[in-house]
């Protein structure tokens, strides 16, 4: 089986209760809509938060987010070929898989897109508070280069697309937090996404980032709810 769900921010509790009530396995997969919080601290409590996950009997199947580093950044992973396309795994965390932006995965026959990132809203107060704030949170030139590339090889179409963000028109804007002066964020992202679904032939769409379950047309916002992958 293989389901969807929203951020997780290094809280599992509801994936730990979930694999509990459906008695799943490693052969189960979870994707994860970026944000998982796995590489947020870059150091032991990481490795500790790991070594808790690979006890789950689960695959995790991460999209990068806004709140974390990616994968190529820290250390210990591999690039590795996953379901028919290329993913980043450490081979102490097999059931921790991190996607490459811009791969487009096998699952459950339907091919899969994946485009993680997204601008932080919060990021000058991480800064100020001594937080953690990772420059590399949008996908830059390089990685916009391999999308385009590879849906260019794949005739741009797809089955399904999973992104952290979304398309510029599609943002849930009823979401939008009212402290935040919508001039100063940078959408560059969404912009980014527009451009590439005006292009793209594709059935479906999931997308986390805005901590709220929202339906609009062929696009589903997840965030605690996990469903079916379909």
């Known amino acids: 089986m293989i389901y969807i769900t929203?951020?997780?921010?290094?809280?599992?509790?509801?994936?730990?209760?979930?694999?509990?009530?459906?008695?799943?396995?490693?052969?189960?997969?979870?994707?994860?809509?970026?944000d998982v919080g796995i590489n947020y601290f870059l150091n032991e409590n990481d490795y500790e938060l790991k070594k808790m996950l690979s006890m789950l009997p689960i695959t995790l199947f991460c999209l990068h987010g806004n709140h974390e580093e990616r994968p190529f950044n820290t250390i210990g992973y591999e690039?590795?070929?996953w379901h028919g396309a290329i993913a980043y795994i450490d081979p102490e965390f097999t059931n921790q898989v991190f996607a490459k932006d811009g791969e487009i995965y096998n699952l459950n026959?339907?091919?899969s897109l994946v485009l993680g990132g997204a601008y932080s809203v919060d990021k000058y107060y991480r800064i100020a508070s001594g937080w953690h704030w990772f420059e590399s949170e949008q996908p830059n030139a390089g990685i916009k280069q391999y999308?385009?590339?590879?849906?260019?090889r794949h005739g741009w179409e797809v089955d399904i697309v999973l992104s952290h963000t979304c398309p510029y028109d599609?943002?849930?804007?009823?979401?939008?937090?009212?402290?935040?002066?919508?001039?100063?964020?940078?959408?560059?992202?969404?912009?980014?996404?527009?451009?590439?679904?005006?292009?793209?032939?594709?059935?479906?769409?999931?997308?986390?980032?805005?901590?709220?379950?929202?339906?609009n047309g062929k696009f589903i916002m997840?965030?605690?709810?996990?469903?079916?992958?379909?």
């Open 109 to 111: 026959g339907k091919r």
């Open 147 to 152: 999308v385009e590339e590879n849906l260019s």
């Open 170 to 215: 599609v943002m849930p804007r009823h979401l939008f937090l009212s402290s935040i002066d919508q001039s100063t964020v940078d959408y560059s992202t969404e912009e980014w996404l527009q451009e590439i679904e005006n292009k793209l032939n594709y059935k479906k769409w999931y997308f986390g980032h805005y901590h709220d379950y929202y339906v």
């Open 222 to 230: 997840l965030y605690n709810d996990i469903i079916d992958f379909k």
């Open 6 to 34: 929203g951020d997780t921010h290094r809280d599992f509790k509801r994936v730990i209760d979930f694999c509990e009530k459906n008695n799943t396995s490693k052969e189960d997969i979870l994707v994860i809509l970026g």
């Open 79 to 81: 690039e590795t070929e």
